[in-house]
C-alpha cells in the first residue's frame, strides 16, 4: 500500500508542477487552485507512505515520478525540447527510480 501511495503522490507532483507553470507565476486563479491541492495531496501522501518505507528511498522515487512525469508532459503537451541528451537523461532518472525501488522491496 504504501508503494501505491508513494506513486499517487508522485504523480501529483506532476500535477502541481504543471499547475505552477501555467499558473503564471500564480496570477491564474485556477491553475494556481489546483496546484494548491496537488501540493498539499501530494505532500499528505508522500507522508503517509514515509510511515512504512525509507525516507530516502521514498523521497527519492517521490521527487523522480515528479522529474521524470514533468518532463515527459513538457516534451509531449508543451513543446519543450526532447533532444537525445535530454531523453536519455530522463531514462536514467526513471532507471534510478526502478533501481531504488527493487533495492528498497529487497530489504525488507
Known amino acids: 500500500m504504501a508503494w501505491l501511495l508513494l506513486i499517487v503522490a508522485g504523480l501529483l507532483e506532476v500535477v502541481w508542477a ?10 491564474r486563479v485556477p491553475e494556481t487552485v489546483v496546484f494548491l491541492v496537488a501540493v ?3 505532500m499528505v501522501l508522500l507522508s503517509r507512505a514515509l510511515r512504512d ?4 528511498t521514498g523521497y527519492a ?5 515528479g522529474a521524470v ?9 508543451l513543446s519543450e ?5 535530454r531523453l536519455v537523461s530522463v531514462g ?10 527493487l533495492s528498497s522491496s529487497a530489504g525488507h
Not at 53 to 56: C, E, Q, S, Y
Request: charged share 5%; aromatic share 6%.
Open 18 to 27: 504543471i499547475a505552477m507553470k501555467r499558473s503564471d507565476g500564480f496570477t
Open 92 to 101: 536514467l532518472v526513471a532507471a534510478g527510480i526502478v533501481g531504488l525501488a
Open 81 to 85: 525540447s526532447a533532444s537525445p541528451l
Open 53 to 56: 518505507l525509507p525516507v530516502g
Open 69 to 77: 512525469g514533468a518532463a515527459i508532459v513538457g516534451i509531449v503537451w
Open 61 to 65: 522515487v517521490w521527487t523522480g515520478i
Open 40 to 42: 498539499v495531496a501530494s
